[in-house]
């Protein structure tokens, strides 16, 4: 992957740094920066969330490090970003159910750890920028389509607010202490490494997996709910744009997704297809906290980042299932 290169820079100048970087999206970031000759991608991570085999293929590369350690310790968050130019945070708790079974973890890890990586930015005199995982359950209860970063509604899930009190947190310490820091409001990012295993694993790897194995997949709801689903490397060119985006893209957040929608049974007849399959689906009831409609308004990515989607959902679902079955 990463055939399409997103800077312009000497990457062998500079060293960065990727909090979460054994979890899905922040593998790929590292598999980027490697390829393209960075300096130093560190990784920091407790491996709560990540798999240490999306490392695997990196650990013999001397531009690799890894540093065990967990956000929610201000100490080793600080070390982590020692001699860094830049910071990608995607260390997180994810998942709108998550949240809601355990709501006091989410806050701890998405709200305490995001404000310690803040004040690790704040205190540090070499981290030029921070670009950090934000999202779209920030939307929560608006129905106003194509989202649009300006207007946003009340959060639906604990999830939902401490993704939006980071974003809060992220204003205030531009405004208060002038760091410069740029938020990516993911849109339902699927590809490559994405595990499908556990109990708040995401509904493209799941389908994927049900028929991989040849079982029928749960569909919450009447399945007729849409998603702008957004291949990973759209997500990565967002955070590689974001690094070296000119100053009047700092402390702004941008949406990252495809601008186009579809809807969860379309998915499932897709992958079905691509499957030779003839499953049929189950339907479940509607899941508690998630929106009905997801449709992302790109242009303010497009103008001051120069974000460029480059894989639409149909050929990252291909990329996708041919990963899952190799």
């Given amino acids: 992957m990463y055939s399409n290169q997103y800077h312009n820079q000497d990457l062998s100048k500079l060293s960065f740094l990727v909090t979460g970087g054994a979890g899905f999206i922040g593998s790929n970031i ?8 960075a300096k130093k991608v560190r990784v920091l991570d407790n491996f709560s969330n990540g798999y240490r085999e999306n490392l695997t293929e990196f650990m013999d590369n001397p531009s690799f490090e890894l540093l065990e350690g967990d956000i929610r310790d201000l100490g080793a968050c600080k070390k982590a970003m020692e001699g860094i130019d830049y910071v990608t945070h995607q260390a997180a708790l994810g998942s ?16 305490s750890g995001f404000l310690n990586m803040l004040i690790a930015v704040k205190d540090s005199t070499t981290v030029k920028r921070m670009v950090y995982a934000a999202s779209s359950s920030t939307y929560g209860d608006s129905k106003s389509l194509p989202k649009v970063e300006d207007t946003i509604g009340k959060p639906l899930s604990p999830y939902a607010v401490t993704k939006y009190v980071n974003e809060l ?7 208060t202490y002038g760091t410069d820091v740029i938020g990516l409001r993911y849109f339902n990012v699927f590809g490559p490494k994405q595990s499908p295993n556990g109990a708040y694993a995401a509904v493209i790897p799941l389908f994927m997996q049900a028929l991989k194995d040849n079982k029928p997949s749960k ?24 690094f070296f985006a000119p100053r009047d893209a700092a402390n702004e957040v941008f ?22 399959s003839e499953l ?3 339907y479940g009831p ?16 497009q103008n001051l980042l120069g974000y460029k989607p480059q894989y639409t959902v149909r050929e990252g679902l291909k990329i996708t299932w041919d990963y899952f079955n190799n």
Wanted: charged share 25%.
């Fill in 169 to 175: 947190y992220a204003d205030v310490f531009g405004k």
């Fill in 30 to 37: 590292v598999e980027y920066l490697l390829k393209y000759g």
């Fill in 96 to 111: 709108v159910p998550r949240s809601i079974n355990d709501p006091a973890t989410s806050n701890e890890v998405n709200i």
């Fill in 280 to 282: 049929k689906a189950v």
């Fill in 219 to 242: 569909i919450n709801g009447d399945g007729e709910q849409t998603r702008d689903f957004t291949f990973v490397d759209n997500a990565v060119q967002a955070n590689i744009r974001g």
């Fill in 255 to 276: 949406n990252v997704a495809c601008g186009e929608r579809i809807t969860v049974n379309y998915l499932w007849d897709s992958l079905k297809s691509a499957a030779e």
């Fill in 286 to 301: 509607p899941r508690q906290g998630d929106v009905r409609d997801s449709l992302a308004d790109i242009s303010k990515a």
